[in-house]
Antibody, heavy 117, light 110 residues
Framework: QGQLEQSGAEVKKPGASVKLSCKASGYSFTSHLMHWVRQAPGQGLEWMGVINPSAGDKLYAKTFQGRVSMARDTSTSTLYLDLNSLTSEDTAVYYC??????????WGQGTMVTVSS | QAGLTQPPSVSKDLRQTATLTCTGNNNNVGNEGATWLQQHQGHPPKLLSSRNNNRPSGISERFSASRSGSIASLTITGLQPEDEADYYCSAWDSSLSAWVFGGGTKLTVL
């Protein structure tokens, strides 16, 4: 089945950067694509990008290109998300999710990122 | 980026049937199929149906997905109080090279 454990809540000032982590366990980390999806308060889901944990290649949503970076550490089965030049619009819950069987079937618990001066 | 279109809200009576729709185009739903997610307040989404309309293990048979052209549907039979949640569709968009989501439908069980 598996589990994704995400890092704790963050509070950042506008213009700062944030680095989130997502540790996978209970399944083969390198066998499935992993995605980041965010959800602003009271809003819907927004796809940020995907990384292939095996090869390391990534694809970012155009909305975030130039501001986002995804990485993985196969030795610890951990996924990372870096987002810089934060604004209040980046206040959201950030989820990592594993794509298996044609859908996002395993989700982390989410990390709340608050951007406020 | 362009998303998928879902009705913002649907209300149905207990034990009735609800059908939620998700409208895309030939670059996403029409060609790639759609997935369906359920999200209860304060919780991460849960996959109800994958791109080929299959239910993951553990998902009730009361949830069934289908597609006609560029419109995907999720049918929930025998509505229960715990079905009250937000439902999102998503699809891979081959022209955008991105996953896109619908805005979500809030299902209320009366």
């Amino acid at each position: 089945q598996g589990q994704l454990e995400q890092s704790g809540a963050e509070v950042k000032k506008p213009g700062a950067s944030v680095k989130l982590s997502c540790k996978a366990s209970g399944y083969s980390f390198t066998s499935h694509l992993m995605h980041w999806v965010r959800q602003a308060p009271g809003q819907g889901l927004e796809w940020m990008g995907v990384i292939n944990p095996s090869a390391g290649d990534k694809l970012y949503a155009k909305t975030f290109q130039g501001r986002v970076s995804m990485a993985r550490d196969t030795s610890t089965s951990t996924l990372y998300l870096d987002l810089n030049s934060l604004t209040s619009e980046d206040t959201a819950v950030y989820y990592c999710a594993t794509e298996r069987g044609g859908g996002f079937d395993l989700w982390g618990q989410g990390t709340m990122v608050t951007v406020s001066s | 980026q362009a998303g998928l279109t879902q009705p913002p809200s649907v209300s149905k009576d207990l034990r009735q049937t609800a059908t939620l729709t998700c409208t895309g185009n030939n670059n996403n739903v029409g060609n790639e199929g759609a997935t369906w997610l359920q999200q209860h307040q304060g919780h991460p989404p849960k996959l109800l149906s994958s791109r080929n309309n299959n239910r993951p293990s553990g998902i009730s048979e009361r949830f069934s997905a289908s597609r006609s052209g560029s419109i995907a549907s999720l049918t929930i039979t025998g509505l229960q109080p715990e079905d009250e949640a937000d439902y999102y569709c998503s699809a891979w968009d081959s022209s955008l090279s991105a996953w896109v989501f619908g805005g979500g439908t809030k299902l209320t069980v009366l």
